[in-house]
């Protein structure tokens, strides 16, 4: 397969207490662009307006989500999904260099089991002048993977454990979503699969059903 892996810049979290001071919504964008000094038609300001969009947008069947914009909301959401008395681990996306690996090639070497976790937390983050992250769980069927995948420049001596999911059932997506336009495909029609970037997380209840 044909991928890259950028290393995103993702902002600090604010401490709770500040984040909920700060307003947090499209209708009093032009407040908080005057606080943080930003222009209004900057490229910056754009990417604030697109997740605040994304943010206040409807979910789609079956998905429970928020915006955490502080570490103890992301954490209260997940014990909300997942149980407030149950463990979690985060699995993410990890790379052999602090640099982003480029656009190659790469070869599929082990796919693992089947994660079993009957509900899981995925939080994305979202470009901002702190940290926001896009945190969901969607219950219309889904798969969890880790992937060992070799490059074409370093072939197995620098694996890549990639995060992998594959959601089931598209039907309720947007037909608009970028990834139908992508594939060529439609709603409800095939799963959808992808990979996690770096720095994007998955929640996932102690213990890992998983063997590599």
């Not at 955490?68 to 681990?89: C, D, P, Q, R, Y």
């Not at 656009?103 to 995925?122: G, H, M, R, Y």
């Not at 992250?133 to 969607?138: A, G, L, N, P, V």
């Amino acid at each position: 397969m044909t991928l890259q892996f950028p290393i995103q810049e993702v902002s600090h979290f604010l401490p709770k207490k500040e984040a909920e001071s700060i307003p947090f919504s499209i209708s009093q964008l032009p407040s908080v662009l005057q606080l943080f000094s930003i222009s209004e038609d900057s490229p910056q300001a754009n990417a604030m307006r697109d997740t605040l969009d994304q943010c206040e947008a409807e979910p789609i069947t079956g998905e429970t989500k928020i915006c955490a914009t502080s570490l103890e909301s992301m954490l209260e959401f997940v014990g909300k999904i997942i149980g407030l008395e149950t463990k979690h681990n985060i699995i993410t996306t990890t790379l052999p260099t602090a640099s982003g690996v480029p656009l190659q090639k790469f070869t599929i070497l082990e796919v693992s089991e089947d994660i079993n976790a009957s509900k899981w937390v995925a939080c994305h983050p979202l470009p901002y002048p702190y940290a926001i992250y896009y945190c969901h769980f969607i219950a219309t069927g889904s798969k969890v993977f880790k992937v060992s995948l070799g490059s074409e420049n370093n072939g197995d001596d620098d694996k890549i454990e990639a995060l992998g999911i594959c959601h089931l059932d598209t039907s309720d997506w947007s037909p608009n979503h970028i990834i139908f336009r992508q594939l060529g495909i439609k709603p409800g029609k095939d799963s959808v699969c992808h990979f996690f970037t770096i720095k994007h997380l998955m929640w996932v209840p102690q213990p890992l059903q998983a063997t590599m």
